[in-house]
């Protein structure tokens, strides 16, 4: 998982990548996902995607999933 941590979408506020939040303690906003965009890079490629299968899971390296068992799909192509 390339995710580095979340923050406010409100103010900003920084918490740890890794646990279960809801909301901003603070300000009760929703929390954006931040990610190491470099590293996802590495794997995630114009030709690596056009070799997995259409679907959500193809963009793997920028979803907040941190092991690969606990990918589960609908049956949609």
């Known amino acids: 998982m390339n995710v580095t941590h979340l923050s406010c979408s409100q103010c900003g506020e920084r918490y740890e990548s890794g646990k279960l939040y809801n909301l901003c303690r ?3 906003k929703p929390l954006l996902v931040h990610y190491d965009l470099a590293r996802a890079a590495a ?3 114009r030709v690596s995607l056009t070799m ?3 679907n ?3 963009y793997r ?6 092991r690969e ?4 799909t609908l049956g949609i192509p």
């Open 43 to 45: 794997t995630l490629t």
């Open 61 to 66: 390296e920028v979803l907040p999933v941190e």
């Open 52 to 54: 997995r299968s259409a």
């Open 26 to 28: 603070t300000c009760d």
């Open 69 to 72: 068992e606990n990918i589960i």
């Open 56 to 58: 959500l899971w193809r």
